[in-house]
């Protein structure tokens, strides 16, 4: 082909490239109305008043635990899911780089040295053998450059392009996500672990008090004044307090397993740090400034899900650019001889230049399909963004609900549990005067047992509860 014309292909090719407009939608965010404040924002507004805040992005520093500082930070530094979930980013943003340099020409450098030996009996082989001078074998060297480019008339590469880095966007909100997910789990493992403890502290507690109540029921009976039924009932006492030991020690061992392996860790490996139980967690206070609106910028699988919402919307036109026909342009210089001393020179010299055309003229029953497919993978990730957003407007909700409502629970919890200490107190003295039955000291004391478990089960309701609602509200990366 001439270079002449080859070059104004090329010019011709390039203002195309210019001026073209991608076929296919251009993407907008979808509006998503959403309410100014969250239902049960109030019900959080005094302690926001009266307790400090701290930043979303370090929202376990608010409980003032060094330990549950030290663990949410090693689980995020050691944690194999955050490891594949980077890993998955980077094969995303290698793949959007790949996309874009589709977009550009693509060129090629070549060498090859070839030994052969002609057949004489071949066609070429007796041709040449009755010339004087014929050598079967020979040595060809070949050097060479090569170009190609498919030019991108309707777009579709550059929709492609769009596509890949939209689904690059979703693996780093994703890998935001994990993030979120695993600083809320091993805080909330960790609050299980020290609720496990708390509870049974209290049931040791009670068990020495039982014990000492037995005592006081057989020396009774050994003077004449209890019966024996009454000492087979303070045994049961003690008994029943026994049986709530096993189930707490299994919760307490599980959730230790748990919490090493969110920390990328053997189970077993970090028990020890934990054995040392500490005082009641401080619930932070919980910032809902923006209200659902800040969770369209802020909840990592919102922004995923509108992230693959757009990568949709450019595959649509990548499919209506099979309409359209393909143009690529190729050209070589190359050098080709039989000898080394005359390999780089002008007699060696051999360019060549191509146009191609392609085009899916007679298979437009495929491109429709192709097409109705990809409208259709897009109205289903534009339910999978609003469902998206639906679902982080409620789990804020209900977290919010919980904590307040666990707050005025442990209130009440507080009153009754100092109320039932002072009636077994109160029942056991007269229990010894003789004014009451053993029964009545006994019932006190499965009462007393219940609250205080009740209430340790409670804070630590609460302290979860506050961390589902920081992860509802979606961390802040």
Not at 20 to 25: H, K, L, S, T, Y
Not at 195 to 214: H, N, P, Y
Not at 420 to 425: E, L, W
Request: include cysteine; charge should be neutral.
């Amino acid at each position: 082909m001439n270079f002449r014309l080859s070059a104004r292909l090329l010019a011709l090719a390039a203002t195309l490239v210019l001026t073209a407009c991608a076929v296919g939608p251009d993407y907008k965010t979808p509006d998503t109305p959403t309410q100014v404040n969250f239902h049960s924002a109030g019900a959080l507004a005094a302690r926001q008043a009266t307790t400090p805040v701290p930043p979303l992005d370090q929202w376990w520093s608010g409980f003032q635990d060094p330990v549950l500082t030290r663990i949410v930070q090693r689980a995020l530094g050691q944690n194999l899911d955050l490891e594949t979930s980077r890993a998955r980013v980077a094969q995303a943003r290698a793949m959007a780089r790949q996309a874009g340099a589709v977009l550009y020409p693509e060129g090629r450098l070549g060498a090859d040295v070839s030994r052969q030996r002609q057949s004489v009996e071949s066609p070429l082989g007796k041709l040449g053998s009755a010339l004087p001078g014929y050598e079967r074998n020979r040595t060809v060297y070949d050097v060479g450059a090569a170009a190609s480019w498919e030019i991108d008339v309707a777009g579709g590469l550059r929709r492609g392009a769009e596509a890949a880095t939209a689904d690059a966007g979703a693996a780093e909100a994703e890998h935001a996500g994990v993030q979120v997910t695993v600083a809320a789990e091993a805080a909330d493992a960790y609050f299980r672990i020290r609720g496990a403890q708390r509870r049974i502290v209290i049931a040791d507690d009670q068990i020495r008090t039982d014990s000492r109540l037995l005592e006081l029921v057989r020396t009774r009976q050994r003077d004449g004044l209890s019966a024996t039924r009454e000492v087979a009932q303070a045994e049961a006492l003690v008994a029943q307090a026994r049986t709530t030991l096993p189930p707490l020690r299994i919760e307490l061992q599980t959730q230790l397993n748990r919490l090493d392996v969110l920390m990328g860790a053997t189970p077993g490996t970090y028990a020890a740090e934990l054995a040392a139980l500490s005082g009641d967690p401080a619930v932070p206070a919980i910032s809902l400034a923006g209200g659902p609106s800040a969770l369209l910028r802020r909840r990592p699988d919102v922004i995923a899900a509108e992230r693959h919402l757009a990568a949709s919307n450019a595959r649509i036109g990548v499919a209506l650019a099979e309409y359209y026909p393909k143009v690529s342009l190729s050209a070589l210089l190359g050098f080709e001889s039989l000898s080394t001393s005359q390999l780089l020179t002008a007699r060696a010299f051999q360019p060549s230049a191509a146009a191609g055309l392609r085009w899916r003229l007679f298979d437009f029953g495929r491109v429709d399909a192709e097409v109705d497919q990809a409208h259709g993978a897009h109205a289903q990730a534009l339910a999978q963004y609003r469902l998206a957003m639906l679902r982080a407007t409620e789990d804020v909700e209900n977290a919010i609900v919980t904590l307040a409502e666990l707050e005025v629970q442990s209130g009440s919890l507080a009153t009754e549990v100092d109320a039932h200490r002072r009636a077994r107190t109160a029942s056991e003295d007269a229990y010894k005067g003789g004014a009451v039955s053993l029964y009545e000291v006994l019932d006190e004391d499965r009462q007393l047992l219940a609250s205080r478990d009740q209430q340790a089960r409670v804070a630590t309701d609460n302290a979860r509860a506050a961390v589902a609602a920081y992860r509802a509200l979606g961390g802040g990366w």
